[in-house]
């Protein structure tokens, strides 16, 4: 899970895995490690997310907990179109640290609609660059078991 601070990496992982959600805002430290059995049509998969610590620049210490990985799930805020940029940033830095990866997009905080401040042609521009982008909220839960079983089936299909 890589985004900048508070996009709803955190939140969005609590809906996945506990079907929960907490209007608190807690920052992450580091990192944190939630597990999640699925099915992807008849095969079982087991995902460990790893909750990084939101940042916006991508640091050394990232490599080390990205190596290794099957797949990255990236986090916007639609809310701070700032976000988009730095998630997009991530993205062509662990592109050229690690190689192609399976991956998605989300572009968070859909219950916040309204809000938004990221043109519906960003959103259009992702899924242009084949970066899967869904538009999910943590807190109604739209989107999101759509987004992580996206990952999965891509990191399925690459074995």
């Known amino acids: 899970m890589l ?17 929960m959600f ?10 944190k490690i939630d597990k999640k059995q699925m099915h992807v049509g008849d095969q079982t998969v087991n995902l460990m997310l ?6 916006d620049e991508f640091q050394s210490v990232r490599t080390t907990y990205l190596r290794g990985s099957s797949g990255l799930f990236f986090v916007a805020d639609g809310t701070r179109p700032a976000t988009i940029d730095q998630a997009v940033a991530l993205r062509q830095m662990s592109d050229e640290t690690l190689g192609d990866l399976p991956a998605v997009f989300a572009v968070n905080k859909t219950d916040l609609r309204d809000q938004w401040e ?42």
């Open 118 to 159: 990221v043109a519906a042609d960003t959103v259009g521009m992702l899924s242009g660059k084949g970066w899967h982008p869904f538009e999910t909220s943590a807190k109604t839960g739209d989107g999101v078991e759509h987004a992580f079983q996206r990952l999965a089936e891509q990191i399925l299909a690459r074995r």
């Open 50 to 55: 790893w909750d990084l610590a939101g940042e």
């Open 22 to 31: 907490s209007e608190k805002y807690h920052t992450t430290v580091g990192v």
């Open 3 to 19: 985004g900048a601070f508070a996009v709803g990496k955190t939140s969005l992982v609590q809906r996945f895995v506990r079907s």
